[in-house]
Nanobody, 118 residues
Framework: VQLQASGGGWVQAGGSLRLSCAVS????????MGWFRQAPGKEREFVAS????????NYADAVKGRFTISKDNTRSSVDLQMNSLKPEDTAVYYC????????????WGQGTLVTVSS
């Protein structure tokens, strides 16, 4: 499985960005795609996840109601729509995949930087 993240950039507080993670390889319905982020000086944290089937989403409390994770079947990608962005959302965002019922995510894309200015 190979993952390619894109869509990061600079935005003012209150604005929106959409991240995309292109997936190469075979995934099955119960496999899970996730988005994580790492802010400067902080540990990487979970943001959101979705089953490859397109259902069963989960969100970190910090982004609930503002971020939406979705699967685009036509492009074999998983997107993260980020609305009402805050300066504390500034981070490098990574997409990841876990397969075969694993708990940890063995597959990671390169990061994409999101900068939110106040």
């Amino acid at each position: 499985v190979q993952l390619q993240a894109s869509g990061g950039g600079w935005v003012q507080a209150g604005g929106s960005l959409r991240l995309s993670c292109a997936v190469s390889g075979v995934l099955f319905s119960d496999d899970v795609m996730g988005w994580f982020r790492q802010a400067p000086g902080k540990e990487r944290e979970f943001v959101a996840s979705i089953k490859w089937s397109g259902d069963s989403t989960n969100y970190a409390d910090a982004v609930k109601g503002r971020f939406t994770i979705s699967k685009d079947n036509t492009r074999s990608s998983v997107d993260l729509q980020m609305n009402s962005l805050k300066p504390e959302d500034t981070a490098v965002y990574y997409c990841a995949a876990r397969t075969g019922g694993r708990i940890k995510y063995p597959y990671w894309g390169q990061g994409t930087l999101v900068t939110v200015s106040s």
